[in-house]
């Protein structure tokens, strides 16, 4: 008959149970114990689980249909001498959980189990609960890596935002100074152009009565600066406005644009209030693991 002794109950927190057991070998069924570990991957706890049984000894693990054997084990939290180990890990998919089943032969044909000895039963209930609790306590932690990831990843995007919005709030403010510049600067160059302009038409009203000769020569010449200058007028004005469009586009641009990384900002400090909350649980769920005993 089986007798269940939970370690630890914790309200929507699977326990780690020990559970005297029996363990079957070839046509033998072997008095033993068996811990439910929780959550825990097959794979790296029966890695952990050989690593275990070979620690200190020169003996390997032998690996038949799933039923592993070690002749000449060291447990020293359980006894000073070598001991034969049968066991067993089974993956338990209905409830996530895997239940390790452990015979240990402590003499030809002598088990720890409660009929032989409570102190040495005692011992190997704790040596494979602090091996259960081992692997609970390696997985709970990788997933708080996990959920601080997931927190760093979305504190890296709200940064990310907030960068663009100061980026976009000093080109408003740089765009602004630079169309002010260039709003008084298009006031000189149209004045500017004006006088030149006015200056053109008297003189060419001057040529036109003037006659050939040295003076009309000069006449013509400096007629030619005036036009040059009113072209690089010109040209300058057409350069301020098309600086000025292309601030105030920016500017525009910005300003649209602000709100919705604001916006795409407050989402992300809501999300990042919810990871907050998630990782929370799952280093409360964590601490709660280390407190099993």
Known sequence: MLIIVPVISMKAQKPILILEDSLKVGNSLLPGISVIIPEVRYESTLKNWIKELESGTKSKVVDEAGGMTIFGAI??????YPVNVYS???????????????????????????????????????????????????????????????????????????KDQTGMEKSIRSNNRLISYEKEKLIELNNELTSVSAALVEHNTQLSSMEPGDPRDERVKYIKTLEKQKKRTQKAIRSAENKIAKSEKSVDNSTRAIPRVDNTQERTRNRIADQEAVLQKFVDKLNTVKGYK
């Open 75 to 80: 447990l020293k939290s359980i006894t000073e």
């Open 88 to 162: 067993e890990l089974i993956d338990r998919d209905i409830d996530s959980t895997l239940a390790l089943k452990v015979a240990i032969e402590m003499k030809k044909d002598q088990y720890i189990e409660r009929a032989t000895g409570e102190a040495e039963l005692a011992k190997a209930k704790t040596f494979l609960f602090d091996f259960a609790k081992k692997q609970y306590i390696d997985l709970v932690t990788e997933q708080v890596k996990a959920e601080e990831n997931k927190l760093k990843d979305l504190e890296r995007e709200l940064g990310s935002l907030e």
